[in-house]
C-alpha cells in the first residue's frame, strides 16, 4: 500500500471513510457540548480533556486526508516473495526491505516491527524445534546450540538492513546515519520470563558506536531513558518519557 497507486474508485473510498470519521467526530463534539451544561465543575474537567482528544482525532484525520491524493513514490525492486509462516527470519528480511524503501523515498519516517514464528520450525538446519520451545531451553546445550542457530539469522538480517541503509546516499551523508535503528527484547532471559537487563542494540544516528555499556544488574534505570536519549537526538526537547527521567548515561553523540 506504501507504493501501489490506488484506482480512482479506491481513492474515493478511502476519501469518504475520512469524512465519515469527520461526520462522526463532529457529531461527538456536539454531544459533549450538549453536556457541559449539565454536569458538575469536575465533570467539566473530564469533558475539556475529552474535547481535546476529539479535536487532536480530528486534526489526524485532516492530515491523513491530504495524503489521499498525494502520488505514490515509484520504487523499482521486485516485492518480497511469499513465505511459510515458520520462515520467520526471512519474513523479517521482508519487512526490512519495505520499511529500507519507505525511509529512501521519505513515505513514512517512524517505524515498529516484531515478529517471532511461534511454535513454528524455522527452516533452518540444524533446527528441528520451535523458536518459543527453544526460548524455554532450561539450560539444554542442544536447545542453546539450535537457539543459537535461529538467533544468528535473525541477527544477520538485521545486519544486512543497517548494511543497506549505510550504502544509501542521503545528501552528502547516509540513510543510516540518519536513522536511529534499535533492535531489542521485552525479555532479559526468555527461560526465565525475566524483564531486567534487557539486551539493548541501536545503531545509526548522531551516536558514537562500537562501545558496550554495561549498567548495575541490581540497581539499574528505566529503558525508557534511552528512548528521551533518542528522541533528543531527533531534536525535540523533552525530558522525560514514561517512566524515565533524564537521558541515558555514557551514550554520547558525534561530534560535528
Known amino acids: 500500500r506504501l507504493f501501489l497507486q490506488g484506482s480512482a474508485k479506491d481513492v474515493a473510498a478511502q476519501k469518504q471513510n475520512l469524512e465519515d470519521g469527520r461526520s462522526i467526530m463532529d457529531a461527538v463534539l456536539d454531544d459533549a457540548k450538549a453536556m457541559e451544561s449539565k454536569v458538575s465543575a469536575a465533570d467539566k474537567d473530564k469533558l475539556d480533556q475529552y474535547a481535546t482528544a476529539v479535536r487532536e482525532t480530528e486534526q489526524r484525520l485532516a492530515k491523513a486526508g491530504s495524503w489521499v491524493e498525494t502520488p505514490k513514490p515509484l520504487v ?17 528480511r521482508g519487512h526490512y526491505q ?6 529512501a523515498t521519505d513515505s513514512c519516517r517512524v517505524f515498529t516491527l516484531g515478529g517471532h514464528s511461534g511454535s513454528h520450525v524455522p527452516p533452518l538446519k540444524g533446527v528441528d524445534t520451535g523458536y518459543h520451545g527453544l526460548s524455554h531451553h532450561g539450560k539444554n546445550p542442544q536447545m542453546i546450540a539450535q537457539l543459537e542457530i535461529v538467533d544468528r539469522d535473525t541477527i544477520l538480517g538485521w ?3 543497517l548494511t543497506a541503509l549505510r550504502d544509501m546516499k542521503e545528501g552528502d551523508s547516509t540513510l543510516l546515519a540518519n536513522t536511529q535503528v534499535l533492535l531489542g527484547s521485552n525479555l532479559g532471559n526468555a527461560n526465565g520470563h525475566l524483564t531486567t537487563n534487557l539486551p539493548i542494540v541501536l545503531a545509526g544516528g548522531p551516536w558514537k558506536h562500537g562501545r558496550h555499556l554495561a549498567f548495575d544488574a541490581a540497581k539499574n534505570y528505566p529503558l525508557a531513558r534511552l528512548f528521551v536519549s533518542m528522541m533528543q537526538g531527533l531534536g525535540l526537547e523533552v525530558g522525560s518519557f514514561a517512566s524515565g527521567a533524564g537521558t541515558m548515561q555514557g551514550l554520547e553523540a558525534k561530534r560535528a
Open 76 to 92: 523499482h525492486e521486485p516485492s518480497p516473495p511469499r513465505m511459510k509462516d515458520a520462515d520467520f527470519t526471512n519474513h523479517l
Open 98 to 103: 519495505v520499511i529500507r524503501l519507505a525511509i
Open 159 to 161: 545486519v544486512e538492513f
